[in-house]
């Protein structure tokens, strides 16, 4: 089974990625919503993530902090701007920092 995912950007500095996981909704809600279960996949080897804080009511802000090899730490903040707890869905935003974005495209 194909599925067609039509998810245009917003602007021209922002990139959306997104993927269809075979997995119980259930599932995949918990592994986002979750410290515990985020601090296991989040990061890419050979980074680690020993920090995740997350309140994924719609309003409520998160901090999920990844470590690097070389003791480089990448801390990536965020809040939930939509969440619906009996769907199990929500819409995670990170939060950029003043400086964060590039000014122009190369």
């Excluded at 296991?40 to 998160?62: C, I, L, N, Y």
Aim: proline fraction near 11%; aromatic fraction near 6%.
């Amino acid at each position: 089974m194909t599925t067609k995912l039509d998810i245009a950007p917003s602007s021209d500095r922002e990139l959306v990625l997104a993927r269809i996981i075979d997995a119980p909704r259930e599932n995949v809600y918990r592994c986002w919503t979750e410290p515990k279960l985020v601090t296991h996949w989040f990061a890419p080897k050979p980074w680690t993530t020993p920090r995740a804080e997350m309140d994924v009511r719609t309003g409520g802000s998160s901090l999920v902090v990844m470590a690097g090899p070389t003791a480089t730490n990448s801390r990536t903040p965020g809040s939930s701007s939509k969440s619906c707890r009996a769907k199990r869905s929500f819409s995670p935003t990170p939060i950029q920092r003043p400086g964060s974005l590039p000014k122009s495209r190369s």
